[in-house]
T-cell receptor
Framework: AQSVSQHNHHVILSEAASLELGCNYSYGGTVNLFWYVQYPGQHLQLLLKYFSGDPLVKGIKGFEAEFIKSKFSFNLRKPSVQWSDTAEYFCAVNGGQAGTALIFGKGTTLSVSS | EAGVAQSPRYKIIEKRQSVAFWCNPISGHATLYWYQQILGQGPKLLIQFQNNGVVDDSQLPKDRFSAERLKGVDSTLKIQPAKLEDSAVYLC??????????FGQGTRLTVV
């Protein structure tokens, strides 16, 4: 069955700490991979995406993610978090074919203290 | 560029009542999705439209949920009758094929 697993339910960090959020997926065939973020009171918005090419992708606000095909993983990283990074983070996957819907993980809540 | 518009933002109803949500996608986006997000979980696809045709409604509880997308633009999602377990945020999103999906603010439904 197609699924996305996020390992951390709630992560608490101090400002300037490094961040890594784990994501593994189960999906047959070609995949597109995404990280979405939802800041308090706001809608889901795209942080970064991987379709093909360089497996290390860079997104907005200093975030990056690495696609490791052999491990079915797409972990999100940021070298130094800020208080404003407090949000919920969702990993998602869809098939490479046109018009396939996103399958989301359960999300990870990140709390950053100043 | 205008985003995905949804209304209402909040709705409280009693169980067994009916409720409808409305979504206006980004102009030109042929694909429209309705997702259900229960507290503590990720969004789960309910139904996907391509223009005004249904692509995937395998996870839509069809005994109580219905959705339509007339003229391939706006869409409505209806629940009749509502159950307590339908309490969730209902998200509408639109996209151009496999490109990123753009989400609306969602409608938070509370069934009491």
């Amino acid at each position: 069955a197609q699924s996305v697993s996020q390992h951390n339910h709630h992560v608490i960090l101090s400002e300037a700490a490094s961040l890594e959020l784990g994501c593994n997926y189960s999906y047959g065939g070609t995949v597109n991979l995404f990280w979405y973020v939802q800041y308090p009171g706001q809608h889901l918005q795209l942080l970064l995406k991987y379709f093909s090419g360089d497996p290390l992708v860079k997104g907005i606000k200093g975030f990056e993610a690495e696609f490791i095909k052999s491990k079915f993983s797409f972990n999100l990283r940021k070298p130094s978090v800020q208080w404003s990074d407090t949000a919920e983070y969702f990993c998602a996957v869809n098939g490479g074919q046109a018009g396939t819907a996103l399958i989301f993980g359960k999300g990870t809540t990140l709390s950053v203290s100043s | 560029e205008a985003g995905v518009a949804q209304s209402p933002r909040y709705k409280i109803i009693e169980k067994r009542q009916s409720v409808a949500f409305w979504c206006n996608p980004i102009s030109g986006h042929a694909t429209l999705y309705w997702y259900q997000q229960i507290l503590g979980q990720g969004p789960k696809l309910l139904i996907q439209f391509q223009n005004n045709g249904v692509v995937d409604d395998s996870q839509l509880p069809k005994d109580r949920f219905s959705a339509e997308r007339l003229k391939g633009v706006d869409s409505t999602l209806k629940i009749q009758p509502a159950k307590l377990e339908d309490s969730a945020v209902y998200l509408c999103a639109s996209s151009l094929d496999t490109e990123e999906a753009f989400f609306g603010q969602g409608t938070r439904l509370t069934v009491v």
